[in-house]
């Protein structure tokens, strides 16, 4: 990258498609009734548009990472660029279910490789006293395009059609490319090799777990499937911990939860995308049923709740080294965990948007408060030769936990609507008595990750989480530690 090129534009460039790739996780959801009727498929064919990519997309994410740092960031980030504006065509194209379905999971696929190494890449090419800022920018785009996503495919899918959802991102691709050679300089991990071993037992597990996932949200929890999946899930997991214990160059490196700020920054992860992903899933469903709404302004109604991040963010990263990143999740949380509760509190079958509106804007400021600190705090715990890893980790909790999440709280929300669930007239009333107890299941895990951000420590406070950095490794990443936890 020449010395020219500002090293903002680093961060604009891996940020792009980044938000192309968050964006799609959830881009599909208000386009699947008219893909249904073009295929002419039922919900159990459906489902697998939007779980194939999450499946491929989860389970590749640390096995991405480790690719990365072994071949080198920008060239593994470009490859999963590539790989995903190609499957987005062919997504575009399909004119089978079956044909979209395989195109999502090539689609995932790409996803892993663009959203761990953007992080990392944003992180490595700015200035270390900016670093905060690039991170906390990456955290709220990534935040912006989960949110915007149900949004943009309703409004293009009501106004043109669902395959120009897969097509919007041809152009992004294409451009991607060449600006990120241009812009982004390239980086390596401190291992000479790939844990292989690891990344097919890690991969095999988060398949597997998520597979069980979601198919208990679909059929509940005591399915043959779903109790097999598990069971394979926990020993795919222990034979994956065995390994990292005992291999000299570990996909995970296990010592990096040794470290309190690591290990309850993931915590913190788990517990907000539980719940907001949770949460999110009814609530679009009730501001479309019981109040009435389309799609569109279903999604209108949520603006507050998936912009306020954008202002938040940049605020915030300014004041994460100085306040502390702890602290600034533990506030975030807590905003998260009351709109949340209040949500719970006022929903009634044909309400107005106007109770609604203040805890709308008060989940958006709780989830821009932990997307600036949250990665800031992951990747300040570890050396900067092993960002990559603890990117990847990081994510791969994200993705699971929102998958855990919806299905969760939809076993809570089945349990308590009962037989007469719906949208509308009485059912209408059955669907809040579920959706309440499900949103407040989310608002005590949401408070679990609050109470756990208090009690991230100063680095300088603990054993260290990385074995000291080679000597060819990039200063600077112990500095960043001290300032950006609590």
């Known amino acids: 990258m020449s010395q020219r090129v500002s090293p903002l534009w680093a961060v604009v460039v891996t940020a792009v498609p980044m938000f192309m790739v968050s964006l799609d996780n959830l881009v599909v959801t208000n386009a699947l009734t008219d893909i249904s009727e073009t295929f002419d498929v ?52 399909a004119d089978s279910a079956a044909l979209l379905v395989a195109a999502r999971i090539v689609q995932g696929a790409g996803a892993a490789a663009i959203l761990p190494l953007s992080l990392t890449l944003s992180a490595a090419a700015v200035p270390e006293e900016r670093r905060s800022m690039a991170i906390g920018i990456w955290g709220g785009v990534n935040g912006l395009g989960i949110a915007v996503g149900p949004l943009v495919g309703g409004a293009v899918t009501q106004g043109i059609d669902w395959h120009w959802i897969f097509w919007l991102n041809l152009p992004i691709g294409v451009l991607a490319l060449p600006a990120l050679l241009w812009a982004v300089k390239e980086s390596r991990g401190q291992d000479s090799k790939v844990d292989v071993v690891g990344a097919v037992l890690v991969s095999a597990s988060v398949v597997a777990a998520v597979w069980a996932i979601v198919q208990a949200a679909e059929g509940g929890w005591g399915q043959t499937s779903v109790l097999g999946s598990l069971a394979f899930t926990v020993v795919t997991m222990i034979a994956f911990v065995v390994w990292e214990q005992r291999t000299d160059s570990p996909l995970v490196p296990l010592r990096f939860f040794r470290n309190s700020a690591f290990a309850l920054s993931n915590l913190i992860s788990l517990t907000m995308y539980f719940g907001v992903f949770g949460s999110i899933y009814y609530l679009v469903q009730f501001i479309q049923g019981p109040m009435g709404y389309t799609p569109v302004e279903a999604g209108l109604a949520t603006l507050p709740w998936t912009f306020a991040p954008m202002v938040v963010v940049p605020l915030a990263s300014a004041f994460v080294d100085r306040i502390g990143g702890g602290r600034l999740m533990a506030a975030g949380s807590l905003l998260q965990g009351a709109a949340l509760g209040w949500i719970a509190f006022v929903a009634e079958p044909g ?93 005590a895990v949401v408070l679990v990750g609050a109470v756990g951000a208090l009690f991230i420590k100063h680095p300088q406070r603990e054993a260290p989480a990385t074995d000291p950095a080679p000597a060819q490794a990039p200063a600077g990443a112990e500095p960043v530690a001290a300032s950006a936890a609590n």
Not at 377 to 390: D, I, P, R
Not at 415 to 439: K, L, N, W
Request: aromatic share 10%.
């Open 42 to 93: 039922g919900q159990a064919d459906l489902q697998w548009v939007v779980n194939g990519y999450v499946l491929a997309f989860a389970g590749l994410l640390l096995a991405a990472s480790a690719l990365g740092d072994r071949f080198g960031r920008r060239r593994v980030f470009a490859w999963g660029v590539a790989l995903f504006t190609v499957a987005s065509v062919a997504c575009a194209l």
């Open 351 to 443: 309400m107005s948007y106007g109770p609604l509106a203040p805890a709308m804007v008060a989940a958006g400021i709780g989830m821009g408060l932990v997307f600036a600190s949250n990665p800031v705090v992951v990747l300040a715990s570890v050396a900067e030769h092993e960002q990559g890893k603890a990117s990847g980790i990081n994510n791969t909790v994200r993705e699971f936990s929102g998958a855990l999440g919806v299905a969760v709280l939809t076993t809570v929300f089945l349990f308590a609507a009962g037989d007469g669930v719906g949208t509308g007239g009485e059912s209408a009333q059955a669907f809040v008595d579920g959706m309440r107890p499900a949103i407040w299941t989310g608002v």
